[in-house]
């Protein structure tokens, strides 16, 4: 007979949800277990922009939403991590810049207008100058305005190998993964490659596979939606870091640029916004990069585009079902006895998830127990950066 496994807690999706969750969870005592079928970071979360927003960007409609409420705290919540002090120990993560930049082409548009009506909003930026902006928009030709916002934007590679670190012994990787039910038909673990894993709790975080793993459990509840978008990436020996939302007419940013070291030296922009969104979806590859060169040529025009390589990666993002795929609020979290599902919403809403679970843990009275060991499976490997193979 095969030998039977057990853990407090197991964790289905290795990506931001899960591999935060989990160090937590590690660092308050519990035993447990964090599975994924790809390579850690696979998903949404390393092809995420790696901004920690402190809700500035949902406030550009002059009232502060529920969405920017909720992860006001995020920011605080990563630095005191950052700096070894916080829930986690993240000292080794690479932060990429420690501002993020709102910026209005022109002269102040109205959504910045109304933006500025928001007492709480006007508390949080700060206009910069001169020496003050970012290099990229140092240039003579450059007539817009710039607000700073304290949001970090971090290396999200680097996060996410840190979080792998402090996984230790957790992680395991199996590709045939079935439910495991007791006497009354209740879920209590799974079936890891012919492996039985027991656990008094099981989350499923795998982001867009949380639906087909409901399915196993024969369930359809909660219903996820998938919001598509179609991301540019550009590279170019003359591109300086950016990292900054530009404002067009409507409440979202027209263009939201961060950028990235590559091996060589050079940094690549990654481009999302408005750009990425329903147009940018229908768009085919060609017809996608040529209007990304457009929109960087109006907007930046010293800068010679010609010699730039771009790519484009399609990816969605995995979320609760909205009405009408609205953005959700927070990060969302479903209980169904000791089967919990959910997501994040953003990566910056890891912290605000971790929270959830371990709320929901307390309410079952599930405290830390004995570490068991766990499966000889093995480990997932961490998933290279999302620009690999796109550009040379
Ligand atoms: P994922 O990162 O998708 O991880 C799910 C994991 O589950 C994967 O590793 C997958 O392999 C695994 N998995 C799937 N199915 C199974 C299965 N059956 N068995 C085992 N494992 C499985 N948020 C921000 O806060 N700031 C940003 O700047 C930002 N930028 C973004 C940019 C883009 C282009 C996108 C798409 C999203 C962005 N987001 C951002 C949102 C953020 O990336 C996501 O909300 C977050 O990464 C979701 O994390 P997750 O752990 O739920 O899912």
Redesign the pocket.
């Known amino acids: 007979m095969s030998q039977s496994f057990s853990t407090d807690v197991l964790i289905?999706?290795?990506?931001?949800?899960?591999?935060w969750l989990n160090a937590r969870l590690r660092r308050l005592g519990f035993a447990t277990a964090l599975?994924?079928?790809?390579?850690?970071?696979?998903?949404?979360?390393?092809?995420?922009?790696?901004?920690?927003?402190g809700g500035t960007k949902y406030a550009l409609q002059g009232v502060l939403t529920p969405s920017a409420q909720a992860i006001a705290a995020m920011p605080g919540r990563f630095r005191a991590a950052l700096a070894g002090e916080g829930e986690l120990d993240l000292r080794d993560v690479r932060v990429l810049s420690q501002a993020h930049y709102l910026w209005s082409p022109g002269s102040l548009a109205g959504n910045l207008t109304s933006f500025f009506a928001s007492r709480a909003m006007r508390s949080r930026i700060a206009a910069v100058t001169g020496e003050a902006l970012p290099p990229a928009l140092q240039n003579p030709a450059f007539a817009g305005k710039v607000y700073r916002l304290d949001e970090l934007?971090l290396d999200v590679l680097s996060l996410l190998s840190c979080l792998t670190r402090l996984s230790g012994d957790s992680l395991l990787s199996?590709q045939d993964?079935q439910p495991l039910t007791d006497e009354n038909g209740e879920p209590c673990g799974l079936q890891l490659d012919g492996q039985a894993l027991h656990a008094r709790c099981i989350v499923l975080?795998?982001?867009?596979?949380?639906q087909?793993?409901l399915e196993r459990f024969a369930l359809t509840q909660p219903a996820q939606q998938s919001r598509p978008?179609h991301?540019v990436l550009v590279k170019s020996a003359q591109l300086s870091p950016l990292y900054a939302h530009c404002l067009g007419a409507g409440s979202k940013p027209r263009l939201?640029i961060?950028s990235h070291p590559l091996a060589d030296g050079q940094w690549l922009w990654?481009l999302?916004g408005e750009l990425?969104e329903a147009n940018g979806v229908a768009r085919d590859q060609a017809a996608q990069i040529h209007a990304a060169r457009q929109e960087l040529t109006r907007l930046l025009p010293w800068l010679n585009w010609s010699d730039a390589q771009f790519a484009c990666?399609r990816?969605?993002?995995?979320?609760p079902a909205q009405s009408g795929l609205l953005r959700p609020d927070n990060a969302f979290l479903a209980t169904q006895g000791r089967l919990l599902v959910?997501?994040?919403?953003?990566?910056?809403?890891?912290p605000d998830?971790a929270d959830r679970v371990l709320k929901h843990l307390k309410q079952m009275q599930i405290t830390p127990s004995a570490h068991n060991p766990l499966p000889p499976l093995p480990k997932?490997p961490l998933?290279p950066p999302f620009w690999h193979g796109l550009l040379s």
């Open positions: 289905v999706g290795a990506g931001i949800a899960g591999l599975l994924d079928s790809a390579a850690i970071g696979s998903g949404q979360s390393g092809k995420s922009q790696g901004i920690i927003h934007v199996a993964i975080c795998a982001g867009a596979g949380n087909a793993l978008l991301m939201t961060t990654y999302g990425a990666l990816v969605s993002r995995a979320e959910g997501w994040p919403t953003k990566l910056a809403l890891a998830f997932p998933a």
